[in-house]
């Protein structure tokens, strides 16, 4: 088939032929792959879920680009945590600010009354 000789339209009218194809035969397989995954475990004497567990899926898994993406958390560490406090409140360690960003009100406070903004800098 010479894909050059189709109009736009023809082009548009293909490939949705193609993409629905396309769906038919995954669906095909997924059932056939999973009648084929019920008779092994029944030949064990167990049941799909008993393999699976609570993690069987109900729906065909996604085939978009989110669903292809590793998970989140999977991603190696940084050395640095995202949140980490550069600035500490004087009086609750617990409070902090990273230094990006809008000031908080403690922060400002701290300022207008004469005191440094590195006073406040972690130590150690």
Do not use: C
Not at 16 to 29: L, W, Y
Not at 51 to 74: D, H, I
Not at 99 to 122: C, F, M, Q, T, Y
């Amino acid at each position: 088939m010479d894909l050059n000789t189709l109009s736009l339209p023809e082009l548009r009218k293909l490939r949705s032929k193609v993409d629905a194809e396309i769906g038919r035969r995954q669906d095909t397989g997924r059932k056939a792959l999973l009648k084929r995954i019920q008779k092994m475990a029944a030949d064990e004497g167990l049941t799909l879920e008993d393999v699976l567990g609570s993690v069987a899926p109900t729906t065909p898994p996604s085939t978009s680009k989110e669903a292809k993406r590793a998970p989140r958390g999977t991603a190696k560490a940084s050395a640095k945590p995202k949140n980490a406090f550069k600035y500490f409140h004087p009086t609750d360690p617990k409070v902090g600010w990273t230094g990006h960003g809008r000031r908080p009100a403690w922060v400002i406070k701290w300022v207008e009354d004469g005191n440094s903004l590195d006073s406040l800098l972690k130590q150690g």
